[in-house]
Nanobody, 122 residues
Framework: QVQVVEFGGDSVQAGGSLRLSCEVS????????MSWYRQVAGKEREFVAL???????IYADSVKGRFTMRQDKAKNTANLQMNSLRTEDTALYYC????????????????WGQGTQVTVSS
């Protein structure tokens, strides 16, 4: 079965940096697209970043210029480099994996990890 694991969350001071990583395993013949989301307790989960099929990263406006996402499709891994962190970046960060249907890939379900906590203090 597919498993998504995030790690790298921590507590940092505002202005600091963190690097989150995501590892996906268990797919059969699929190369999933991976993306990052975040959620604050009591609020809806929000999009943070993804790498599209052309390899172009797409970011939420709130993180543009500060966060950088890279994905290694061959290894089913992704990371999110977060610089110039702000207190409003505090959230539980989730990695999502979802593959597109191809002639050898049939699993198009979305899989989520358990999340990794990022806390930014002033």
């Amino acid at each position: 079965q597919v498993q998504v694991v995030e790690f790298g969350g921590d507590s940092v001071q505002a202005g600091g940096s963190l690097r989150l990583s995501c590892e996906v395993s268990g797919y059969m013949n699929c190369r999933p697209d991976m993306s990052w989301y975040r959620q604050v307790a009591g609020k809806e989960r929000e999009f943070v970043a993804l790498v599209d099929s052309d390899g172009t990263p797409i970011y939420a406006d709130s993180v543009k210029g500060r966060f950088t996402m890279r994905q290694d499709k061959a290894k089913n891994t992704a990371n999110l480099q977060m610089n110039s962190l702000r207190t409003e970046d505090t959230a539980l960060y989730y990695c999502k994996a979802q593959a597109k249907r191809t002639w050898i890939c049939r699993d198009t379900s979305a899989y989520w990890g358990q999340g990794t906590q990022v806390t930014v203090s002033s």
